[in-house]
Structures are given as structure tokens and as C-alpha cells.
């Protein structure tokens, strides 16, 4: 520990903060997104993908290998000139728990809870865990910051967030509501008050996030109070694979019926659902609306299904909020499909007085993770010097 106190300690002293390099991270099972911004400015240098890791007859075998592709890639696209020219990392960790409430230095205590999260977020924190390792094996002595998609909604109250489900369960095994998309629930929000010209912490705002995940956030005055995806990011709104909100007695029965095994319900309502498991065609949005478009009655379903559960969820925000100055929508689905949205704004504009916007405001997690990263890494940076 005192070591690497010591490392932190040399690694910050030597930033000014008038030009810092900041490399965002966001590492899957099998791959590795990654960002490059230049601060304080929030200026994006580089952006891209390292794909297959791990996969059969892939030339890369593991995430620190695959790291090591992406510091090539900077270097030779001439984004960077030597690997020391990047400041701090910033990573996406997708379940941070009860346990980080904002982003957090990585140190060997970080990492042992963000290993516990493993429990609750079997999917997720593993290939995020791959992504620090790799990077801390390949960038020793630069700071490094995990950014938690949870964290944003730890300021839900225990009333929305708590499963009606025996005491028990709750204390044992932390099993409540959790949300997740918050760094994207957070920017776009922040990003919505730009527009407005007023105070974010003034604010009512509903943020519609609409990719291939999808989850929907009620904001009062800053503070994320409710959102749509829950324990893990199965519940709520109909997603691309996902299938939302369902009766969990029909699961049993499902199960039952069909002799499921845990592992392959699990598959199904994340992988198997959806979009793509009600129109039987994809699980992206443009094929099922040109089938749609063309007739396909399953298709068509699926998009009103997808449409209404939006609805639905915008109504209960507006009642809880007690009101809304605007409603933002976002990422794939919600930037890229103007007719969609017009469909929701229609039905909308018939209940929710006028004064209420309707904004499409483009996401930019990267630059989000990058900015709490920057700000933490400066924070520190003056806390030491005092
Ligand atoms: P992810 O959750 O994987 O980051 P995205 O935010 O990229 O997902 O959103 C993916 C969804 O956005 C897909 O359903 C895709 O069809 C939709 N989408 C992306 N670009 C467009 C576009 N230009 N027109 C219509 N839909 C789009």
C-alpha cells in the first residue's frame, strides 16, 4: 500500500493541468473500446476498438495484449509520441454496489471491492477487472480511476430502490435496485441544462437512453431519484436483447414448461429477448423498422412495444418528479431516429404542458468518464499540495 502511495504521490506533482492526456477505457469480454482527450479542454485526439480477444484463431489472446495494440495504435496514428505523454486512464466499471458512490483512484483496495462486485455483476466487472489489469501492467506509474455506471444513481431513495421482497435478502445479499447508464444518464442531463441555460441542481429532467441497452432516469435538482434497470440491467424498458419488465412468476412457469436450466432462462430474457426476440429479425433497430415498414406485422409489434414501455416509464418520472423542464433523448436509438421520437413527443405533448422540452442530446460517455477522471486527478493533485 505505502508503495503505492508513493507512486501516486510522484505520479501526480509532475501535472500543471494546462495540457494532460487522458485515456478513457471501457473493456468487454472480448473487447476494448478506448478514447483519447486532451485536457483541460475536453478535446477528443483518438478513438477506437480492439475486437476478438480471446477468441478462436484471434491474434490476441488476452486483454493485455490487446492494451498493448491499442498504445500501437496511438502511437502510430501519431496521437502520442511515447506511451508517458498519457496522464491517468479512466475506466468504465459497470457495477460499483453500495460500495462507490463516485469514481475512485484504483489501488489495491479498489480493486478487491470492485472484485467482490463480481458477485452481483457476473457479466460486467470481470472484463472491466481484465481492462485495469492490463492497463496497470502496461501504464504502472500512471494513475488510474475507476468511473462506476452506478454511481450516479446512489442518491435514489431506499423507497424506489428496495424490492418488496423479505428484509432478509436485502441485508444478506444487497439484492435491491441499483440502475446503471448513470455516466450517461449524468452527461446528458449536465448537457440538457447547457441547452436550457439554467442551473443543473434547478432542474427536473427525464433522460431516455436508448441504445442497445436502454434505461430511463428521473433527475430532481442534480440528483439521479429513480431509473428504469434495476438489480442488473435486465429490468425495465424492452431493449435490443433484453426483455425488460415481466411478471417473474411467468419465468417459473417458463422454466417449468420448457425443463430451463438457470444458465439458459438467464440467456434468454438477456440475450434472446427484446427486440430481436419479439420480431424473430434483429436486435437492431434499423432492419425491424424497414421490415416494419414493409409489412411485417412482428416487427411492427415490436415497435410499439418498445414505443409504449417508453411512454409508460416518462409518465411515472413526470408523476414522481411532480413535473419536468425537459425530456432528453439519447444514444443509438434516441439520437439517430427522429420519427420515433416524434411519435413519443406526440402522445406526450397531448398530457405535459408545453413549457416541458423535448431535446435529443448526443451522449458522450467517454468524455464524461475522461472529465470525472481529469477532476478527481486534479482534486488529488491539490489536496496533496495542501
Ligand atoms: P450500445 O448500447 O451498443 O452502445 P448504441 O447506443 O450504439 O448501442 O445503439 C444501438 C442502437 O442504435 C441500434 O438499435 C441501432 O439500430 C440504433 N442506431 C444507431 N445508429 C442508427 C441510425 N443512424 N439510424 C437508426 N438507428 C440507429
Known amino acids: 500500500m505505502k508503495k503505492n502511495n508513493k507512486r501516486e504521490k510522484g505520479a501526480y506533482s509532475k501535472y500543471s493541468f494546462q495540457s494532460v492526456k487522458i485515456l478513457t477505457i471501457n473493456c468487454g469480454s472480448s473487447s476494448i473500446k478506448y478514447k483519447l482527450y486532451s485536457f483541460p479542454r475536453g478535446k477528443l485526439i483518438a478513438s477506437g476498438l480492439v475486437e476478438r480477444i480471446g477468441e478462436q484463431r484471434s491474434p490476441i489472446s488476452t486483454h493485455t495484449e490487446g492494451m498493448k495494440l491499442v498504445f500501437d495504435k496511438l502511437l502510430a496514428g501519431g496521437a502520442i509520441k511515447h506511451i508517458d505523454e498519457i496522464s491517468a486512464v479512466g475506466h468504465r466499471v459497470v457495477h460499483g454496489a453500495e460500495e462507490f458512490r463516485q469514481p475512485h483512484i484504483i489501488d489495491k483496495r479498489v480493486i478487491k471491492k470492485i472484485k467482490e462486485c463480481v458477485n452481483i455483476a457476473p457479466l460486467h466487472n470481470p472484463a472491466n477487472l481484465e481492462g485495469i489489469k492490463a492497463a496497470l501492467h502496461t501504464l504502472p506509474k500512471v494513475p488510474q480511476v475507476a468511473v462506476f455506471d452506478t454511481a450516479f444513481h446512489h442518491t435514489i431513495p431506499d423507497y424506489a430502490y428496495m424490492y418488496a421482497i423479505p428484509i432478509k435478502y436485502y441485508k444478506k445479499y444487497k439484492v435491491r435496485k441499483y440502475g446503471f447508464h448513470g455516466t450517461s444518464h449524468q452527461y446528458v442531463a449536465q448537457k440538457a441544462a447547457e441547452i436550457l441555460g439554467r442551473p443543473f441542481n434547478k432542474l427536473k429532467l427525464i433522460t431516455c437512453h436508448l441504445g442497445n441497452g436502454c434505461s430511463i432516469t428521473a433527475i430532481n435538482k442534480g440528483k439521479s431519484v429513480d431509473t428504469s434497470m434495476g438489480f442488473t440491467p435486465l429490468e425495465g424498458l424492452m431493449m435490443g436483447t433484453r426483455c425488460g419488465d415481466i411478471d417473474v412468476a411467468a419465468v417459473f412457469y417458463l422454466m417449468n414448461k420448457e425443463k430451463l436450466s438457470l444458465h439458459k432462462i438467464d440467456n434468454i430474457l438477456n440475450k ?36 409504449y414501455r417508453i411512454k409508460k416509464y416518462i409518465g411515472a418520472y413526470y408523476m414522481i418528479l411532480e413535473g419536468a423542464d425537459a425530456i432528453c433523448f439519447t444514444a443509438g436509438i434516441g439520437e439517430n431516429n427522429p420519427e420515433l421520437v416524434a411519435k413519443i413527443k406526440r402522445s406526450i405533448i397531448k398530457i405535459i404542458p408545453k413549457e416541458t422540452k423535448i431535446l435529443v442530446v448526443p451522449t458522450d460517455e467517454g468524455l464524461m468518464i475522461a472529465s470525472l477522471t481529469f477532476n478527481i486527478l486534479r482534486n488529488t493533485a491539490g489536496a496533496k499540495k495542501k
Open 272 to 307: 434472446r429477448s427484446g427486440l430481436l426476440g419479439v420480431s424473430g429479425i434483429s436486435n437492431d433497430m434499423r432492419p425491424i423498422k424497414e421490415a416494419a415498414r414493409k409489412g411485417d406485422k412482428l416487427s411492427k409489434l415490436a415497435l410499439d412495444m418498445f414505443i
